[in-house]
């Protein structure tokens, strides 16, 4: 801290006070912590400030009272994001107890402090930003509260290919010689094309309808984006194949097709088997991104090398090898556009090509199209650990101290909270190590139903016994506590398992976090004063849909 906030913080000393006050519930020093998980998060210790003099403004300038103002403003929203996180962290806690009234207090106060901030604060948009982010980390919570204990908690998709391809779209003439220009100056390992079935696929995406689609999958892209290039450049297939994906499933990992194609690349079962993504009773390749995507290069890579051609080759990914020699022997143009005026392939195939097409250009000419602003999704990052032995997803939350949600949204192929032995799994980055360290501390035999449990403010073994429906002299013999109990901080093995019971409790915190999530979203579409009149009536929907 510089001198200059050092004493600008002595001079609002009273206001900033005020503030604080009315954040949320202090944490208490942290007294023990199992060394195999991180510690228990402290508040941080703020140096006191230094004696002033009597002088102290004798040789003060007045043009510096600007940057006094700036420095002000600045300093509160620092602040309003730190007191946030704080209400954030103490309504996690207050979750992993089971306090989920608590807790959608706290999650409440962290959004109220971000959605209540003047307009024109400086910062605004690192305000926004924090906003959106912890915007995504409670609907992690909301999603687990969704999920609760279900052995079968996977939810598909619907495909957006699904519909798209049996549709007519017009042609917008004006298109013409702006695409035709943009073809021509875009450099692309995939050959483009500006013909009328391409252009009216162009219109399409640039309609409400249609670019709503499209912005969702480009979004969504940003998780996998690095890794499918990546993948895709050490196959040897063109870097622009990555959009058949968008145009498969928006890069939804748990997207089906009516046909029973899964994944993000879309894969029947038996295709998949034959790329080597198995299937199990408790995983499927097919929905791992990673996986799958390896899979599919393979594939096209193949299909290239059958037919010498990538719109052909694209084609026979959505209809099959089979289908596209039997055009190409009957015709005798092995040519997409050929097979495509002569009717020669399944009218959802000749859609097929050109829309890849139209995402492709666009996405290469962003600025043309108003897609140079998208706001991506970070990309996933994780460790790799692979587990000895089978494992509930949920000791592996709490041993990470992440949602579950999160620990799904990095494996998708499992199908069930379990985690096979063997089975490699990825965990949040910088968390591999805490977890193969808090396993080694739980025999093989129990990581299917112990769990671990972080103890909060005002816990005694009484209410922790309670919560995992268990007994305290058996939560006490494990963890070889004395008589004065469990302190705040400490990290017990609990010698039980879940109880999807404890779902139940949770179903008013997913609705009304859900509408929250909503409001945040709602609320950053709207600006200037027409924004406060915007979250007073999400909040009234939300108060009625609670009520």
């Given at each position: 801290?510089?001198?200059?906030?050092?004493?600008?913080?002595?001079?609002?000393?009273?206001?900033?006070?005020?503030?604080?006050?009315?954040?949320?519930?202090?944490?208490?020093?942290?007294?023990?912590?199992?060394?195999?998980?991180?510690?228990?998060?402290?508040?941080?210790?703020?140096?006191?400030?230094?004696?002033?003099?009597?002088?102290?403004?004798?040789?003060?300038?007045?043009?510096?009272?600007?940057?006094?103002?700036?420095?002000?403003?600045?300093?509160?929203?620092?602040?309003?994001?730190?007191?946030?996180?704080?209400?954030?962290?103490?309504?996690?806690?207050?979750?992993?107890?089971?306090?989920?009234?608590?807790?959608?207090?706290?999650?409440?106060?962290?959004?109220?402090?971000?959605?209540?901030?003047?307009?024109?604060?400086?910062?605004?948009?690192?305000?926004?930003?924090?906003?959106?982010?912890?915007?995504?980390?409670?609907?992690?919570?909301?999603?687990?509260?969704?999920?609760?204990?279900?052995?079968?908690?996977?939810?598909?998709?619907?495909?957006?290919?699904?519909?798209?391809?049996?549709?007519?779209?017009?042609?917008?003439?004006?298109?013409?010689?702006?695409?035709?220009?943009?073809?021509?100056?875009?450099?692309?390992?995939?050959?483009?094309?500006?013909?009328?079935?391409?252009?009216?696929?162009?219109?399409?995406?640039?309609?409400?309808?249609?670019?709503?689609?499209?912005?969702?999958?480009?979004?969504?892209?940003?998780?996998?984006?690095?890794?499918?290039?990546?993948?895709?450049?050490?196959?040897?297939?063109?870097?622009?194949?990555?959009?058949?994906?968008?145009?498969?499933?928006?890069?939804?990992?748990?997207?089906?097709?009516?046909?029973?194609?899964?994944?993000?690349?879309?894969?029947?079962?038996?295709?998949?088997?034959?790329?080597?993504?198995?299937?199990?009773?408790?995983?499927?390749?097919?929905?791992?991104?990673?996986?799958?995507?390896?899979?599919?290069?393979?594939?096209?890579?193949?299909?290239?090398?059958?037919?010498?051609?990538?719109?052909?080759?694209m084609a026979a990914y959505n209809c099959g090898p089979g289908r596209i020699e039997k055009a190409v022997e009957r015709t005798g143009y092995a040519d997409f556009w050929e097979l495509r005026a002569r009717h020669a392939l399944p009218h959802e195939t000749e859609n097929y090509v050109p829309l890849i097409l139209a995402i492709t250009i666009m996405a290469k000419n962003p600025k043309d199209y108003g897609l140079d602003d998208i706001d991506a999704d970070r990309p996933l990052e994780y460790d790799t650990v692979t587990m000895s032995a089978p494992t509930s997803l949920w000791l592996i939350a709490d041993a990470t101290d992440y949602p579950l949600s999160e620990i799904r949204e990095l494996n998708p192929a499992l199908l069930k909270p379990v985690v096979p032995a063997g089975y490699q799994l990825r965990v949040p980055r910088g968390t591999g190590t805490a977890l193969m360290a808090a396993l080694t501390r739980?025999?093989?035999?129990?990581?299917?139903?112990?769990?671990?449990?972080?103890?909060?403010?005002?816990?005694?073994?009484?209410?922790?016994?309670?919560?995992?429906?268990?007994?305290?002299?058996?939560?006490?013999?494990?963890?070889?506590?004395?008589?004065?109990?469990?302190?705040?901080?400490?990290?017990?093995?609990?010698?039980?398992?879940?109880?999807?019971?404890?779902?139940?409790?949770?179903?008013?915190?997913?609705?009304?976090?859900?509408?929250?999530?909503?409001?945040?979203?709602?609320?950053?579409?709207?600006?200037?004063?027409?924004?406060?009149?915007?979250?007073?009536?999400?909040?009234?929907?939300?108060?009625?849909?609670?009520?």
């Open positions: 801290m510089t001198n200059r906030h050092r004493t600008l913080a002595l001079c609002s000393a009273v206001p900033l006070l005020a503030i604080v006050s009315t954040g949320c519930m202090a944490s208490r020093p942290q007294q023990f912590a199992n060394s195999f998980l991180p510690a228990t998060p402290t508040p941080a210790t703020v140096p006191a400030p230094p004696r002033l003099g009597p002088d102290l403004y004798t040789n003060e300038k007045p043009h510096d009272l600007n940057s006094v103002v700036a420095v002000t403003e600045q300093s509160d929203a620092e602040q309003r994001m730190r007191r946030a996180d704080e209400c954030f962290q103490a309504g996690k806690r207050l979750y992993q107890q089971g306090d989920w009234a608590g807790a959608r207090v706290q999650f409440d106060r962290a959004m109220d402090l971000l959605l209540n901030a003047p307009l024109d604060m400086p910062e605004r948009q690192k305000l926004e930003r924090k906003l959106d982010t912890l915007a995504e980390s409670i609907s992690r919570y909301d999603l687990d509260a969704q999920a609760g204990g279900s052995e079968e908690s996977v939810v598909y998709e619907k495909s957006p290919l699904d519909g798209m391809l049996e549709m007519t779209f017009p042609t917008d003439p004006r298109l013409k010689p702006k695409v035709g220009e943009e073809v021509q100056g875009t450099i692309s390992q995939l050959p483009l094309e500006a013909n009328d079935a391409v252009l009216s696929y162009i219109h399409y995406f640039s309609t409400e309808r249609g670019r709503r689609t499209l912005l969702a999958g480009l979004r969504r892209s940003g998780r996998y984006r690095d890794m499918v290039r990546r993948i895709l450049d050490e196959e040897g297939v063109p870097q622009e194949l990555m959009y058949l994906a968008q145009a498969e499933s928006g890069f939804i990992p748990y997207a089906m097709s009516n046909k029973k194609a899964t994944g993000m690349w879309q894969f029947v079962q038996w295709r998949g088997q034959q790329y080597g993504l198995g299937q199990t009773a408790w995983s499927d390749d097919r929905l791992d991104p990673e996986k799958a995507t390896r899979a599919a290069a393979r594939h096209l890579r193949d299909l290239y090398n059958s037919f010498g051609d990538w719109y052909l080759a739980i025999p093989d035999e129990n990581r299917l139903s112990w769990r671990l449990h972080r103890v909060t403010e005002g816990e005694n073994l009484a209410v922790i016994a309670h919560q995992y429906q268990t007994a305290p002299t058996a939560i006490a013999a494990i963890n070889k506590l004395t008589s004065t109990g469990p302190a705040y901080g400490d990290v017990l093995l609990i010698p039980a398992a879940y109880h999807a019971s404890r779902a139940a409790s949770k179903s008013a915190l997913h609705r009304h976090q859900r509408a929250r999530v909503a409001e945040a979203s709602a609320s950053r579409r709207i600006v200037n004063g027409r924004r406060r009149a915007s979250v007073r009536l999400v909040r009234t929907a939300v108060r009625k849909a609670d009520g």
